[in-house]
């Protein structure tokens, strides 16, 4: 199906399933201990093994020397890999560095062996006997030491978020030296992990020269295809299962070290092999969202209207990687005249920089939030009032190109409303609840909304029953209910007659889990199947077209004829199968995106600078939310990391050795239950045809995208300390608490 102009009205729109608050409908799986994880597949034989991966011990160099022959001698161990004996390897095209090192070592942590054994523990034991002597090399792991001579550098996230070198409109210099009111403030925000409850685990198993590999992937179709790139086989001798992913963030879009070396392991051992990463490795080993440097410069009249803006950022990363898009967002959300946005790269040794929720917004806005707010400041007015005043219906930089749908300001009204924002004290330390200062703070959410070609296959069965298959995910997203809905809604039948199975590379191929389009993306898809489904059940129960007839109530009606639906399968199944495909040319004609408004109360402790979140808000107009449960579940999931990243969130760079030191949850700290407050998400009223005929768009990172900026200002408001590097931790407030009694 080719989704070439605006969506008309469709069986979507009656709404009685799709739009429903419904619960997800894996849940009593997950809650029961009944959903199997990549690791939890025991039933692939008793001779299952486990392998262990032995991690570089440099961050840059070459293996001199591998010994593994204490390794190879202790008990149950029955193959160990390296790129001694692993064959010839090729390179996934969306990996960056190689997932095994020989000779040369990229970074810290990237894998040099595979130990199997019998058991984990034995796995474990032999691997701390394999001795690696390398030759070590000069690396370079300091971005604030590099900084100065980092080239510009385009780049685009894949997800939505790109930008070239540099990009300019008007004459940014002058009209900024020429602005009443100026504000130039450098932003930073450190390394950060993913952090997912379920760490990087697969299982291989090789029948003959077919290899199948269950793993935690958000991405079944470009992981198939990288590991079958660099193990040098067809793509269709590489199977990838994966129906449950225990989060991933982005860390899971693409191939990783577990799913290769357990295909290697499996093929030297002669058997099925489980690898799952220590939480260490999985800091150095995997990808990590990057540390960026941020130049914000915005001039403005007396009046509050901006005339130049300007966002440079500067982030690094391994040869051949792409630097963190920062300055996406500021493109688009504020209007202005003269604008330049501009991002530069360092070539570092440390870990792969890739995406991690949101990339590029997520850190981009953390930086642009606070500009504004001490903008705000600068011009005394009211920040939510700055923002509006702000407000653009067109591309900024393409002012003949309109959004297809804008509510930023209704965000922003509604939100102060329901937040009480008239009760913030303009000036910072007025508020007072006992031994806590209390503030106030506001910061606009945006993220582009993409999409990307879709396929399901549909099944009526003898039984009424309709079974979805595709290769789509659910990272605890909620993709098995929102794809049920949309069967059920296209079908007439309710959602205990829909049976949903994903993650499987034997189905047709979906967008996957990432971006923010993976929930409008697949369900467009499913509505394509579903389409021709419905087509094949109006001619085989006799009805003229598919177009005259209703599907409702378990009933296909037209006129006084009335048929149940599962007499077109009464003797055999129907299949359909078909895919959305999206016209460029269509959906680029008008900007589309989706935007929000985070609100946020702290308590900042007078005496020891202790911050604790007290109220949290998220208003969000992004298309028609096609589950409210669900969707709520990923806006306070999002605002959550959020509060991690203003408060906590740092991976801590040994720039001596090229590290990251803090590689485990006892050191990373990641917001907890009793971090975080009662939070509240509203969903504005909206729906895009331009988007898809689902008219949805994506909302899970959009709930992401401000809050980190929105807690830094609340502090700001709370006790006029201005921290522009995140975390916001204590040292950086207690030196300016003010004066008490």
Wanted: aromatic share 6%; net charge negative.
């Amino acid at each position: 199906m080719k989704f070439d102009s605006p969506a008309a009205t469709n069986p979507i729109d009656r709404m009685q399933v799709v739009g429903q608050p419904h619960e997800r409908i894996d849940g009593r799986f997950k809650v029961t201990g009944t959903a199997r994880y990549a690791y939890e597949h025991n039933d692939l034989g008793p001779d299952t093994a486990y392998g262990y991966v032995v991690g570089s011990a440099v961050a840059k160099g070459r293996i001199a020397r591998i010994d593994s022959s204490e390794a190879r001698r202790a008990p149950g161990v029955l193959a160990i890999v390296t790129h001694e004996n692993a064959g010839k390897l090729g390179k996934g095209r969306l990996n960056v560095a190689r997932l095994l090192a020989g000779p040369e070592v990229e970074h810290y942590h990237q894998a040099v062996a595979l130990v199997v054994a019998e058991t984990f523990e034995q796995a474990r034991a032999a691997a701390a006997m394999v001795r690696v002597d390398y030759e070590r090399t000069d690396g370079r792991f300091d971005l604030a030491a590099l900084a100065s001579g980092a080239p510009l550098v385009g780049g685009n996230s894949d997800e939505g978020s790109a930008s070239p070198p540099e990009e300019r409109l008007g004459e940014f210099e002058r009209a900024f030296a020429d602005a009443p009111v100026q504000l130039d403030e450098t932003y930073t925000t450190p390394d950060q992990s993913h952090s997912a409850m379920e760490p990087h685990a697969s299982v291989a198993r090789w029948d003959g020269d077919e290899l199948t590999v269950w793993t935690s992937n958000q991405m079944i179709d470009w992981g198939r295809s990288d590991l079958a790139a660099t193990l040098e086989i067809p793509k269709e001798k590489v199977r990838l299962v994966s129906p449950f992913v225990g989060g991933g963030f982005g860390g899971k879009l693409f191939l990783r070290t577990d799913a290769l070396l357990a295909a290697l392991g499996a093929r030297e051992a002669g058997r099925p092999v489980k690898v799952a990463l220590a939480r260490p490795l999985i800091a150095n080993n995997t990808t990590h969202r990057p540390a960026t440097i941020q130049r914000i410069r915005i001039g403005a009249g007396r009046d509050g209207k901006i005339a130049a803006i300007a966002h440079e950022s500067t982030s690094g990363n391994l040869p051949g990687g792409d630097p963190e898009t920062a300055v996406a967002q500021t493109k688009l959300l504020y209007a202005g005249e003269h604008r330049l946005a501009a991002m530069r790269l360092a070539e570092t040794d440390l870990p792969e920089g890739n995406a991690m929720r949101a990339p590029g917004e997520a850190p981009g806005l953390m930086a642009l939030e606070i500009a504004m707010d001490e903008m705000a400041e600068k011009l005394g007015m009211d920040p939510v009032e700055f923002r509006v005043v702000n407000d653009t219906q067109v591309d900024p930089m393409k002012p003949e190109r309109r959004f297809s749908q804008r509510q930023l300001v209704e965000c922003l009204r509604q939100g102060a409303d329901r937040f009480g924002w008239s009760a913030r004290g303009a000036e910072p330390g007025q508020v007072r609840d006992g031994q806590w200062l209390v503030g106030m703070g506001v910061a606009a959410a945006f993220r582009n909304n993409l999409v990307l070609p879709s396929g399901a296959r549909v099944r009526l069965g003898r039984d009424g029953v309709v079974t979805v298959e595709t290769d789509m995910t659910d990272i605890g997203t909620g993709s098995y209910t929102i794809i049920a809905q949309t069967a059920a809604e296209m079908m007439g039948l309710p959602l205990s007659r829909m049976q949903v199975v994903l993650g499987d590379s034997d189905f047709p191929v979906s967008a996957g889990s990432g971006g923010q389009f993976g929930a409008n993306s697949s369900t467009a898809g499913v509505y394509a199947a579903c389409v021709k489904l419905r087509e094949a059940v109006a001619a085989k129960l006799g009805f003229n077209s598919a177009d005259d007839v209703e599907f409702t109530g378990g009933e296909v009606r037209s006129g006084n004829r009335a048929v149940q639906l599962a007499d077109a399968a009464a003797d055999v199944e129907l299949v359909a199968e078909d895919r959305i495909e999206f016209d460029k040319d269509f959906i680029d004609a008008e900007q589309q995106s989706t935007f929000g408004a985070h609100f946020v109360e702290v308590g900042v402790d007078m005496a020891t600078a202790e911050v604790r979140v007290r109220r949290m808000l998220s208003v969000c107009a992004a298309g028609r939310i096609l589950n409210p449960v669900t969707a709520r579940s990923q806006v306070i999931g999002a605002m959550t990391m959020g509060v991690g990243g203003a408060l906590m969130e740092e991976l801590a760079v040994d720039t001596r050795h090229g590290f990251f030191v803090n590689h485990d949850l006892a050191g990373y700290e990641v917001p907890v239950h009793a971090d975080i407050p009662h939070q509240d998400v509203v969903f504005l009223d909206e729906m895009d045809p331009r988007s898809s005929p689902m008219k949805a768009k994506g909302v899970g990172e959009l709930g992401l995208c401000g809050v980190g900026a929105a807690v830094a200002n609340a502090i700001h408001n709370a006790i006029g300390v201005r921290v522009r590097h995140y975390p916001i931790t204590l040292d950086k407030l207690l030196t300016g608490l003010p004066a008490t009694a």
